[in-house]
């Protein structure tokens, strides 16, 4: 069974541009979860998405978006890009949801300058 | 609000013997649960238990072991005998909707 795919893995970008990264979960898993990790504040629930829907979500900006479709292919996207956005964003997925076991993908490193 | 604390941020061992991580936990809702998550230096993360907030039986698993106590809302995971493997941070989280992590403690297993 193929794990959880990101891409892509990493990526360099610039203050004020958007980025898009994707995440394809575990066949049959339906429930897809995004984090950020950073050596500051560590890792950080940021959405989850069920079913095409947001069904939780962190405390972050609403810079911060995503979507899940019908195949449970998940994107995230971050508009105006800053510097601390800079991190490893981590997508899990899971059968039920993110209270449930959960499998992590090996994360997309965006570094922005 | 749901907190994690793992006071630990680094601990270093010799090969075979037993290290205990600690994990301390703070919320106000009832029905939670309780995970731990290793995650070696290739960086994806790594399910390693859950534990529902009614079930308080400590488990064991090979090596690993876990201690559950709602009275001092600790869950502390025990590697016995510990191998260079093992190193690797793990994070302690909660959550009934949505998870919490702690900051996560290296562990260093030297030879």
């Known amino acids: 069974k193929a794990g959880v795919t990101q891409t892509p893995r990493y990526l360099i970008k610039t203050r004020g541009q958007q980025v898009t990264l994707s995440c394809s979960p575990i066949?049959?898993?339906?429930?897809v979860s995004w984090y950020q990790q950073t050596p500051g504040q560590g890792l950080q629930f940021l959405f989850e998405?069920?079913?095409?829907?947001?069904?939780n979500k962190g405390n972050f900006p609403g810079r911060f978006s995503g979507r899940q479709f019908s195949n449970s292919r998940s994107e995230m996207n971050v508009s105006t890009l800053e510097l601390g956005d800079s991190a490893l964003y981590l997508c899990?997925?899971?059968?039920?949801?993110?209270?449930?076991?959960?499998?992590f993908g090996p994360g997309t490193r965006l570094t922005v300058l | 609000a749901q907190k994690v604390t793992q006071a630990q941020t680094e601990i270093s061992v010799v090969e075979k013997e037993d290290v205990t991580l600690d994990c301390v936990y703070e919320?106000?809702?009832?029905?939670?649960?309780l995970f731990w998550y290793k995650q070696p230096p290739s960086g994806e993360l790594v399910f390693l238990i859950r534990?529902?907030?009614?079930?308080?039986q400590n488990e064991i698993s090979g090596r690993y072991s876990w201690n559950f106590q709602k009275s001092t809302s600790s869950f502390n995971f025990t590697i016995t005998a510990s191998q260079v493997v093992d190193s690797a941070v793990y994070f302690c989280?909660?959550?009934?909707?949505?998870?919490?992590f702690g900051k996560g403690i290296t562990l260093s297993v030297r030879p």
């Open positions: 998405y069920f079913s095409e829907t947001q069904r």
């Open positions: 919320t106000r809702d009832t029905t939670y649960y």
């Open positions: 989280a909660l959550g009934n909707s949505k998870l919490t």
């Open positions: 066949s049959g898993h339906r429930s």
């Open positions: 899990a997925s899971s059968f039920r949801d993110s209270v449930f076991e959960q499998f």
């Open positions: 534990r529902n907030s009614f079930d308080e």
